[in-house]
């Protein structure tokens, strides 16, 4: 079985002033929320189980679970005073036992058929950018195994909100993420950052995926954009 967790917990800031009343991954996007378009993706390829780790307007989130009988909410009651680490440890309990999607909840997933990728070892989706980026990128051995996952980088694969664990490595990202919140100053920390202090335990490489098959849409200008894109 392959499960999903989709991040959503946090403020939206940079898509104000939409986000005052609507958390950012329930935006629509030419009708659709953000989120569902992950959400879709992710059942039509086989997804059976998705725990969604809300925090901001956490209620704004009933209506898809409502919608979606294979939704688990789960709150993440620390997203304010602590980074993104505090999404993926709300949801430790539930990391055993099957392979796992990561997902960024704020994306529009415009090709669901990124998710039917038939990957034999855990990666990152990653888009690749000629010259300098930076973005969170990949660094990458002569087999293609990942030694660096941070921020700078020069031709090289861009992350682009969406990652799969095998079970094996899900369950060690677990046991890293637990380790992670007994140490000073891990509130500061970035999920990826754990992935990148454990990359001797966890085996990932890059799976590669066109710029367009996911949008990231960060601002209102932008979203509007888009779908005056959409639309012309």
């Known amino acids: 079985m392959t499960k999903a967790i989709l991040m959503a917990a946090g403020l939206g800031t940079r898509m104000r002033p939409l986000t005052e009343t609507m958390p950012k991954p329930m935006i629509p996007v030419n009708g659709t929320p953000m989120i ?3 959400v879709k993706g992710l059942l039509a390829n086989g997804v059976e189980e998705l725990y969604v780790v809300v925090g901001y307007l956490k209620e704004k989130f009933a209506p898809l679970a ?3 009988p294979q939704i688990r909410l789960v709150e993440n009651t620390e997203y304010t005073i602590k980074n993104n680490i505090s999404s993926i440890h709300a949801v430790t309990d539930y990391m055993h ?3 796992f999607f990561i997902c960024e909840a704020d994306l529009y997933v415009s090709d669901p058929s990124i998710f039917a990728i038939q ?3 855990s990666c990152y989706y990653g888009v690749m950018v000629k010259g300098h980026s930076d973005d969170w990128v990949f660094d990458q051995d002569e087999n293609g195994r990942i030694t660096r996952v941070g ?3 020069d031709d090289v694969y861009n992350m682009c909100g969406i990652s799969w664990f095998a079970q094996k ?3 060690t990202l677990r046991d ?3 380790k992670e919140y007994e140490k000073e100053g891990h509130e500061q920390l970035f999920w990826d950052e754990v992935v990148d202090r454990n990359l001797d335990i966890l085996n990932l490489t890059v799976c590669p995926i066109d710029r367009k098959q996911i949008i990231e849409i960060d601002t209102a200008d932008e979203l509007k954009a888009f779908e005056e894109q959409l639309n012309s």
């Open 66 to 68: 409502e919608k979606y």
């Open 151 to 153: 921020k700078y980088g």
């Open 176 to 178: 890293c993420i637990l």
């Open 97 to 99: 036992g099957d392979d």
């Open 36 to 38: 569902e378009t992950v």
């Open 119 to 121: 990957n034999k070892q």
């Open 169 to 171: 490595d899900i369950e």
